[in-house]
């Protein structure tokens, strides 16, 4: 008799005595959003393009300043085949870093369509708008104050990172998981 697979793996990741937190990468295909993982993670990066088949997950532990936790990251695949299926992988994550490419305008246009739906299953999560490629800077196509414009209209945070380089790769981690942090306790209280 086969068993069927965890509703939330998320759960079964996360143990009594750590805090368990759910992220997801969203933004569209090729932005990197494998490599940002692969980076924080591992601290590998491999220049081939791996697409994404639904979604796959990593999992990092955390000491926050004495509060252990672990990070489960969905790495949700960004092309639009996939678009009903990541709703499902959405519902309990405490935030998302939404990614672009910086290289290309085409992957900045479809920003807004990715935050609607994931407020839609995810009206309290945490957002951190994140331009990749900055190692490409001869290639650049997405003006910094195009990105600093979602970021006010949106009151999200923005950063720029590079996947091959590692530059700002785990200051964004960093910046959802303290403000998922925040979200936490101010439903505690």
């Known amino acids: 008799m086969s068993k069927l697979p965890p509703k939330d793996i998320h759960a079964q990741i996360t143990d009594r005595t750590s ?7 969203m933004g569209d295909g090729r932005v990197g959003k494998t490599s940002l993982v692969l980076r924080y993670t591992q601290n590998a990066f491999s220049p081939e393009y791996k697409q994404s088949l639904g979604a796959s997950f990593a999992v990092k532990a955390l000491d926050l300043q004495g509060q252990q936790a672990k990070l489960v990251i969905w790495d949700l695949g960004g092309q639009p085949t996939f678009h009903q ?15 672009f490419d910086l290289t290309s305008p085409a992957t900045f246009m479809t920003l807004e369509n990715w935050i609607i739906d994931f407020r839609r299953v995810v009206p309290e999560g945490n957002v951190v708008l994140v331009g990749n490629k900055m ?11 195009a990105a600093e414009m979602l970021q006010e209209w949106w009151q999200i ?15 964004a981690f960093m910046i959802l998981v303290k403000s998922a942090l925040e979200n936490l306790k101010g439903t505690d209280s």
């Open 19 to 25: 805090l368990g937190l759910k992220v997801c990468m």
């Open 85 to 99: 299926v990541r709703r499902h992988y959405y519902i309990g994550a405490h935030g998302a870093l939404l990614v």
């Open 135 to 145: 190692d490409l800077e001869d290639k650049r196509r997405v003006p910094r104050a």
């Open 157 to 171: 945070p923005y950063i720029e990172t590079s996947a091959a380089t590692a530059d700002g790769v785990e200051k």
